[in-house]
T-cell receptor, first 115, second 112 residues
Framework: EPEVTQTPSHQVTQMGQEVILRCVPISNHLYFYWYRQILGQKVEFLVSFYNNEISEKSEIFDDQFSVERPDGSNFTLKIRSTKLEDSAMYFC?????????????FGPGTRLTVT | GQQVMQIPQYQHVQEGEDFTTYCNSSTTLSNIQWYKQRPGGHPVFLIQLVKSGEVKKQKRLTFQFGEAKKNSSLHITATQTTDVGTYFCAGPFSGGYNKLIFGAGTRLAVHP
């Protein structure tokens, strides 16, 4: 069964450093998402991406965040200058055409620890 | 703003007891989805409900979507230790790109 993959599984970085989280969505999917989950809390939407551009973003997704689909397979989330409060699990998700349903497939996540 | 509320936050049951979690949206939803997250895992899609008043079953799990399409419930009959995890409802919002707004989740603990 196809799956979303994410790397790295765990990233430790110092405050103020840039991090790039990588995702490989399911190959024939067209909609891509990043979510985050602070430990013990709910999953929060960050950004959706379709047709090579951001389609929607949340208040959390400020100027420090950016997304890119550089080569047609990878989907990346960059945080330019990490803050302590960026520590969380970051999930990538992808979805196919609406005709195939609304289900979003989540990757295993990257645990980001900012020290 | 768009909100999805979910109760209870935690539920501890003895194996074999039933479990129910409830979800309520601030606005009418086109559909509602349920996800399960095992401890240390990622959300895994369980089901999607689309029609008003819809009821779907998956073995011991029964999902309902309210008539007004603003509330939903998940009921597990005769819980097993494999049911342990956090159950999230999620409503898709926005015009077509379907960002998911998750409820806070109900963490289920099952004692053998």
């Amino acid at each position: 069964e196809p799956e979303v993959t994410q790397t790295p599984s765990h990233q430790v970085t110092q405050m103020g450093q840039e991090v790039i989280l990588r995702c490989v969505p399911i190959s024939n999917h067209l909609y891509f998402y990043w979510y985050r989950q602070i430990l013990g809390q709910k999953v929060e939407f960050l950004v959706s991406f379709y047709n090579n551009e951001i389609s929607e973003k949340s208040e959390i997704f400020d100027d420090q965040f950016s997304v890119e689909r550089p080569d047609g397979s990878n989907f990346t989330l960059k945080i330019r200058s990490t803050k302590l409060e960026d520590s969380a699990m970051y999930f990538c998700a992808s979805k196919g055409l609406p005709i195939s349903g609304y289900e979003q497939y989540f990757g295993p996540g990257t645990r980001l620890t900012v020290t | 703003g768009q909100q999805v509320m979910q109760i209870p936050q935690y539920q501890h049951v003895q194996e074999g007891e039933d479990f129910t979690t409830y979800c309520n949206s601030s606005t009418t939803l086109s559909n509602i989805q349920w996800y399960k997250q095992r401890p240390g895992g990622h959300p895994v899609f369980l089901i999607q409900l689309v029609k008003s008043g819809e009821v779907k079953k998956q073995k011991r799990l029964t999902f309902q979507f309210g008539e007004a399409k603003k509330n939903s419930s998940l009921h597990i009959t005769a819980t097993q230790t494999t049911d342990v995890g956090t159950y999230f409802c999620a409503g898709p919002f926005s015009g077509g790109y379907n960002k998911l707004i998750f409820g806070a989740g109900t963490r289920l603990a099952v004692h053998p």
